[in-house]
T-cell receptor, first 114, second 112 residues
Framework: DTEVTQTPKHLVMGMTNKKSLKCEQHMGHRAMYWYKQKAKKPPELMFVYSYEKLSINESVPSRFSPECPNSSLLNLHLHALQPEDSALYLC?????????????FGPGTRLTVT | GENVEQHPSTLSVQEGDSAVIKCTYSDSASNYFPWYKQELGKRPQLIIDIRSNVGEKKDQRIAVTLNKTAKHFSLHITETQPEDSAVYFCAARDGGYQKVTFGTGTKLQVIP
Protein backbone atom coordinates (compact mmCIF):
# COMPACT_ATOMS: atom_id res chain seq x y z
CA ASP A 1 0.00 0.00 0.00
CA THR A 2 1.67 3.22 -1.18
CA GLU A 3 -1.13 5.61 -0.45
CA VAL A 4 -1.96 8.30 2.06
CA THR A 5 -5.70 8.66 2.62
CA GLN A 6 -7.58 11.61 4.07
CA THR A 7 -11.13 12.04 5.28
CA PRO A 8 -13.37 13.84 4.72
CA LYS A 9 -12.78 15.05 1.15
CA HIS A 10 -14.83 18.19 1.76
CA LEU A 11 -15.85 19.90 4.98
CA VAL A 12 -18.01 22.96 5.59
CA MET A 13 -18.07 24.26 9.13
CA GLY A 14 -19.23 27.29 11.02
CA MET A 15 -16.94 29.41 13.13
CA THR A 16 -18.27 27.90 16.35
CA ASN A 17 -18.04 24.27 15.26
CA LYS A 18 -15.53 21.63 16.29
CA LYS A 19 -14.43 19.17 13.63
CA SER A 20 -11.50 16.87 12.91
CA LEU A 21 -9.55 15.92 9.82
CA LYS A 22 -8.11 12.44 9.56
CA CYS A 23 -5.08 11.09 7.74
CA GLU A 24 -3.92 7.49 7.47
CA GLN A 25 -0.98 5.68 5.88
CA HIS A 26 0.16 2.07 5.96
CA MET A 27 3.62 2.48 4.45
CA GLY A 28 5.41 2.20 7.78
CA HIS A 29 6.38 5.87 7.62
CA ARG A 30 7.24 7.40 10.99
CA ALA A 31 7.11 11.06 9.93
CA MET A 32 3.79 12.71 9.17
CA TYR A 33 2.98 16.26 8.15
CA TRP A 34 0.11 18.70 7.91
CA TYR A 35 0.18 21.38 5.21
CA LYS A 36 -2.24 24.17 4.38
CA GLN A 37 -2.65 25.21 0.75
CA LYS A 38 -4.57 28.28 -0.38
CA ALA A 39 -5.67 28.61 -3.99
CA LYS A 40 -2.80 29.27 -6.43
CA LYS A 41 -0.26 29.11 -3.60
CA PRO A 42 2.28 26.49 -2.54
CA PRO A 43 1.67 24.16 0.40
CA GLU A 44 2.68 25.72 3.72
CA LEU A 45 3.96 23.47 6.47
CA MET A 46 1.92 23.51 9.68
CA PHE A 47 3.08 20.56 11.80
CA VAL A 48 5.53 17.65 11.68
CA TYR A 49 5.31 14.50 13.78
CA SER A 50 8.31 12.22 14.06
CA TYR A 51 7.88 8.86 15.78
CA GLU A 52 4.48 10.06 17.05
CA LYS A 53 5.98 13.12 18.73
CA LEU A 54 5.42 16.69 17.59
CA SER A 55 8.75 17.91 16.22
CA ILE A 56 7.77 21.05 14.31
CA ASN A 57 4.97 23.55 14.92
CA GLU A 58 5.22 26.43 12.47
CA SER A 59 3.62 28.91 14.90
CA VAL A 60 0.16 27.70 13.97
CA PRO A 61 -2.77 29.27 15.92
CA SER A 62 -4.10 27.15 18.75
CA ARG A 63 -7.46 26.74 17.01
CA PHE A 64 -5.62 24.02 15.07
CA SER A 65 -4.66 21.09 17.30
CA PRO A 66 -2.76 18.14 15.85
CA GLU A 67 -2.74 14.63 17.26
CA CYS A 68 -0.83 11.50 16.32
CA PRO A 69 -2.49 8.59 18.16
CA ASN A 70 -0.33 5.94 16.50
CA SER A 71 2.24 5.51 13.76
CA SER A 72 -0.42 5.21 11.02
CA LEU A 73 -2.83 7.96 12.00
CA LEU A 74 -2.68 11.73 12.10
CA ASN A 75 -5.55 13.99 13.11
CA LEU A 76 -6.08 17.72 12.95
CA HIS A 77 -8.68 19.02 15.38
CA LEU A 78 -10.35 22.27 14.40
CA HIS A 79 -12.14 24.69 16.73
CA ALA A 80 -13.34 28.27 16.38
CA LEU A 81 -11.89 28.67 12.91
CA GLN A 82 -12.01 31.87 10.89
CA PRO A 83 -13.14 32.27 7.26
CA GLU A 84 -9.49 32.86 6.25
CA ASP A 85 -8.73 29.31 7.39
CA SER A 86 -10.64 28.02 4.36
CA ALA A 87 -8.10 26.08 2.31
CA LEU A 88 -6.99 22.66 1.15
CA TYR A 89 -5.44 20.74 4.04
CA LEU A 90 -2.89 18.21 2.91
CA CYS A 91 -1.39 15.39 4.91
CA UNK A 92 1.92 13.82 3.92
CA UNK A 93 4.16 11.07 5.22
CA UNK A 94 7.76 10.00 4.81
CA UNK A 95 10.28 7.76 6.42
CA UNK A 96 11.89 9.40 9.40
CA UNK A 97 15.41 8.06 8.97
CA UNK A 98 18.28 10.10 7.57
CA UNK A 99 18.41 10.13 3.79
CA UNK A 100 14.84 8.93 3.24
CA UNK A 101 13.22 12.22 2.41
CA UNK A 102 10.50 11.49 -0.13
CA UNK A 103 7.13 12.79 1.01
CA UNK A 104 3.90 11.25 -0.18
CA PHE A 105 0.82 13.45 -0.11
CA GLY A 106 -2.78 12.54 0.55
CA PRO A 107 -5.57 13.93 -1.66
CA GLY A 108 -6.42 16.64 0.86
CA THR A 109 -9.51 17.90 2.64
CA ARG A 110 -11.07 21.00 1.17
CA LEU A 111 -12.26 23.05 4.13
CA THR A 112 -14.72 25.92 3.94
CA VAL A 113 -15.37 28.01 7.04
CA THR A 114 -18.61 29.98 6.96
CA GLY B 1 14.64 30.09 7.65
CA GLU B 2 14.81 28.75 4.13
CA ASN B 3 13.53 30.87 1.25
CA VAL B 4 12.89 29.32 -2.16
CA GLU B 5 12.29 31.49 -5.22
CA GLN B 6 10.87 30.02 -8.42
CA HIS B 7 10.70 31.39 -11.96
CA PRO B 8 8.82 31.81 -14.18
CA SER B 9 5.38 31.93 -12.60
CA THR B 10 3.75 30.94 -15.90
CA LEU B 11 5.20 29.18 -18.92
CA SER B 12 3.57 28.36 -22.24
CA VAL B 13 5.30 26.06 -24.70
CA GLN B 14 4.32 24.31 -27.90
CA GLU B 15 3.91 20.57 -27.72
CA GLY B 16 7.26 18.90 -28.36
CA ASP B 17 9.32 21.86 -27.15
CA SER B 18 11.34 21.89 -23.94
CA ALA B 19 10.40 23.65 -20.70
CA VAL B 20 12.79 24.88 -18.04
CA ILE B 21 11.85 26.02 -14.54
CA LYS B 22 14.43 27.55 -12.22
CA CYS B 23 14.64 27.82 -8.44
CA THR B 24 17.05 29.37 -5.98
CA TYR B 25 17.35 28.64 -2.29
CA SER B 26 18.93 30.54 0.57
CA ASP B 27 20.00 27.97 3.18
CA SER B 28 23.30 26.33 2.29
CA ALA B 29 22.44 23.51 4.73
CA SER B 30 19.53 22.34 2.55
CA ASN B 31 20.33 18.89 1.21
CA TYR B 32 17.30 17.59 -0.67
CA PHE B 33 15.42 19.20 -3.55
CA PRO B 34 12.18 17.62 -4.77
CA TRP B 35 9.95 18.71 -7.63
CA TYR B 36 6.20 18.26 -7.45
CA LYS B 37 3.54 18.35 -10.15
CA GLN B 38 0.05 19.38 -9.07
CA GLU B 39 -2.90 19.12 -11.40
CA LEU B 40 -6.01 21.15 -10.68
CA GLY B 41 -7.85 19.82 -7.64
CA LYS B 42 -5.31 17.04 -7.04
CA ARG B 43 -2.50 16.30 -4.62
CA PRO B 44 1.11 17.30 -5.27
CA GLN B 45 2.95 14.37 -6.86
CA LEU B 46 6.68 13.90 -6.60
CA ILE B 47 8.11 13.70 -10.12
CA ILE B 48 11.84 13.86 -9.49
CA ASP B 49 14.24 14.80 -6.72
CA ILE B 50 17.94 15.42 -6.24
CA ARG B 51 20.22 15.31 -3.26
CA SER B 52 22.98 17.77 -2.50
CA ASN B 53 25.77 15.31 -3.34
CA VAL B 54 24.53 14.92 -6.94
CA GLY B 55 24.75 17.47 -9.76
CA GLU B 56 22.24 16.04 -12.21
CA LYS B 57 19.53 13.41 -12.35
CA LYS B 58 17.42 12.25 -15.27
CA ASP B 59 14.25 10.20 -15.55
CA GLN B 60 13.02 9.76 -19.11
CA ARG B 61 11.87 13.22 -20.32
CA ILE B 62 12.53 14.92 -16.98
CA ALA B 63 15.87 16.06 -15.61
CA VAL B 64 16.98 18.13 -12.66
CA THR B 65 20.28 19.95 -12.21
CA LEU B 66 21.72 21.34 -9.00
CA ASN B 67 24.43 23.97 -8.55
CA LYS B 68 25.26 24.00 -4.84
CA THR B 69 27.72 26.85 -5.12
CA ALA B 70 25.18 29.15 -6.70
CA LYS B 71 22.32 27.63 -4.68
CA HIS B 72 20.08 27.05 -7.62
CA PHE B 73 18.41 24.06 -9.23
CA SER B 74 16.37 23.60 -12.37
CA LEU B 75 13.77 21.29 -13.84
CA HIS B 76 14.01 20.40 -17.52
CA ILE B 77 11.15 18.74 -19.38
CA THR B 78 11.86 17.68 -22.96
CA GLU B 79 9.38 16.73 -25.70
CA THR B 80 6.52 18.27 -23.74
CA GLN B 81 3.05 16.80 -24.05
CA PRO B 82 -0.37 18.30 -23.23
CA GLU B 83 -0.58 16.07 -20.14
CA ASP B 84 2.47 17.86 -18.77
CA SER B 85 0.24 20.91 -18.24
CA ALA B 86 0.03 21.53 -14.49
CA VAL B 87 1.52 23.61 -11.69
CA TYR B 88 5.07 22.61 -10.80
CA PHE B 89 6.58 23.33 -7.40
CA CYS B 90 10.23 23.13 -6.47
CA ALA B 91 11.16 22.64 -2.82
CA ALA B 92 14.12 22.48 -0.50
CA ARG B 93 14.53 20.42 2.62
CA ASP B 94 16.70 21.76 5.42
CA GLY B 95 19.65 19.72 6.47
CA GLY B 96 18.87 19.07 10.09
CA TYR B 97 15.10 18.91 10.28
CA GLN B 98 12.16 17.62 8.31
CA LYS B 99 10.97 20.98 7.08
CA VAL B 100 10.34 21.29 3.34
CA THR B 101 9.93 24.81 1.94
CA PHE B 102 8.15 25.15 -1.38
CA GLY B 103 8.72 27.60 -4.20
CA THR B 104 5.84 29.75 -5.41
CA GLY B 105 4.96 27.47 -8.32
CA THR B 106 5.06 27.58 -12.12
CA LYS B 107 1.93 27.07 -14.17
CA LEU B 108 2.99 25.19 -17.29
CA GLN B 109 0.72 25.15 -20.30
CA VAL B 110 1.61 22.88 -23.21
CA ILE B 111 -0.20 23.98 -26.34
CA PRO B 112 -1.12 21.13 -28.73
Amino acid sequence: DTEVTQTPKHLVMGMTNKKSLKCEQHMGHRAMYWYKQKAKKPPELMFVYSYEKLSINESVPSRFSPECPNSSLLNLHLHALQPEDSALYLCASSQARQGAYEQYFGPGTRLTVT
Amino acid sequence: GENVEQHPSTLSVQEGDSAVIKCTYSDSASNYFPWYKQELGKRPQLIIDIRSNVGEKKDQRIAVTLNKTAKHFSLHITETQPEDSAVYFCAARDGGYQKVTFGTGTKLQVIP
